[in-house]
Every structure is written in structure tokens, then in C-alpha cells.
T-cell receptor, first 114, second 113 residues
Framework: KAGVTQTPRYLIKTRGQQVTLSCSPI?????VSWYQQTPGQGLQFLFEYFSETQRNKGNFPGRFSGRQFSNSRSEMNVSTLELGDSALYLCASSLGTGSNQPQHFGDGTRLSIL | AQSVTQLGSHVSVSEGALVLLRCNYSSSVPPYLFWYVQYPNQGLQLLLKYTTGATLVKGINGFEAEFKKSETSFHLTKPSAHMSDAAEYFCAVSQTSYDKVIFGPGTSLSVIP
């Protein structure tokens, strides 16, 4: 069974640009969550999608957005990139929504802003 | 508001020695508790979780953790460290099954041969 796939693995952008990251969950998983990981702030929850609906949202500005498609694949978009957006972005999928469901993480997309 | 603290951002143990990684949480209700491990350049992997029931939880790779409500703790232990245990470990909490998961700052474990 294939794991969670995140593309691309590495990305370099400049300030002011926008970026779209992709996450393909494990087959049959309907919930996808996104996290930002930085050395200074650690792991911070961005948002969770279940059945194409955003179920939960963290404390990030509106520049960070996401969506989920009918096949459960998810994308997150960051507009007007800032230096502070440099981070490892992790996606996790689970069968259903709710934290009692085990989350399976992808290897992440490392985003560097120049 | 729920939060998680992990005492010690870096822990070093000798190969074969006991591993003890500390986690304390704050939550207004009995929480769901998790330990995850992250190897370099990889995502997180669930080691174990506590939801309800038995307070001693056994996980993968020989790790276990005990939920102590009176101490608001969920420390992770392993009797004998292996070199392959060197990684970053994260404790996490969720107040209910429908809340987002809050992660602690992580503890980097080094294993000395």
C-alpha cells in the first residue's frame, strides 16, 4: 500500500511569489491535514480537510489556503511568499476525521524562500 | 487551552541504556496523547497513542508510555537504546477527538556507541 506522497520534495521561491504544494493520501483515507515545521516554531497545524470540506484551521494568515478534491488529494497554496514561510510542510492522512484516528505523514515538501 | 511541554530539547544516552523522554501536558479534560518519531528528512511516524483505558501504552520499536493524570505526564521510555533510535521525538495532545493535534517542541535523541 503506497504511503502519503507529497510533491515536490524541494522547492525554491522568491519573496512575493506564490506556491502550490500537493499531497496524495493513502488510498481510502479521506482526511488530510497540513502542518508547518520550522526550527523556531516547531510543528504547527495549518488546516484539516475531510470530504472536500475544511474541518479545522490553525492560526495562520489568509495567505495560506488549501483545498481537497473528490479523490481526497489535497493542495495547499501560499501567496505573497515571505522569508518566514521557509519551512518543511508536512501532510498527514487518516481514514476519518478526529485525532483518535492514526495520522500517516508524508516526507514533506521543503520550501526555501530567497 | 491545551499545550505540551517536553523537558530537554536534546537527550543523549549510551547504547543499551534506558531511554526516558519527558512530556507534560495541560488540558481541561482527559486528553488524547501521542508520541511520534521523526527521522532525518522524513515525516513523522506514530509510535503510540493513549485515548482511553489502560494507562500503560505499548508502541512500536519497544517503546512504551504511561499516562499519569495526577502528574499530567505521558513520558516515553524504552529499556535499552539502539543506535537506530536516534531521531527527533514529539509528544502531542488533543483535547477531544475532534480537536486539532497540538505538538510539543520535540526532543532530539542521540545514542552514543
Amino acid at each position: 500500500k503506497a504511503g502519503v506522497t507529497q510533491t515536490p520534495r524541494y522547492l525554491i521561491k522568491t519573496r512575493g511569489q506564490q506556491v502550490t504544494l500537493s499531497c496524495s493520501p493513502i488510498s481510502g483515507h479521506r482526511s488530510v491535514s497540513w502542518y508547518q515545521q520550522t526550527p523556531g516554531q516547531g510543528l504547527q497545524f495549518l488546516f484539516e480537510y475531510f470530504s472536500e470540506t475544511q474541518r479545522n484551521k490553525g492560526n495562520f494568515p489568509g495567505r495560506f489556503s488549501g483545498r481537497q478534491f473528490s479523490n481526497s488529494r489535497s493542495e495547499m497554496n501560499v501567496s505573497t511568499l515571505e522569508l518566514g514561510d521557509s519551512a518543511l510542510y508536512l501532510c498527514a492522512s487518516s481514514l476519518g476525521t478526529g485525532s483518535n484516528q492514526p495520522q500517516h505523514f508524508g516526507d514533506g515538501t521543503r520550501l526555501s524562500i530567497l | 487551552a491545551q499545550s505540551v511541554t517536553q523537558l530537554g530539547s536534546h537527550v543523549s544516552v549510551s547504547e543499551g541504556a534506558l531511554v526516558l523522554l519527558r512530556c507534560n501536558y495541560s488540558s481541561s479534560v482527559p486528553p488524547y496523547l501521542f508520541w511520534y518519531v521523526q527521522y532525518p528528512n522524513q515525516g513523522l511516524q506514530l509510535l503510540l497513542k493513549y485515548t482511553t483505558g489502560a494507562t500503560l501504552v505499548k508502541g512500536i520499536n519497544g517503546f512504551e508510555a504511561e499516562f499519569k493524570k495526577s502528574e499530567t505526564s505521558f513520558h516515553l521510555t524504552k529499556p535499552s537504546a539502539h543506535m537506530s533510535d536516534a531521531a527527533e521525538y514529539f509528544c502531542a495532545v488533543s483535547q477531544t477527538s475532534y480537536d486539532k493535534v497540538i505538538f510539543g517542541p520535540g526532543t532530539s535523541l542521540s545514542v552514543i556507541p
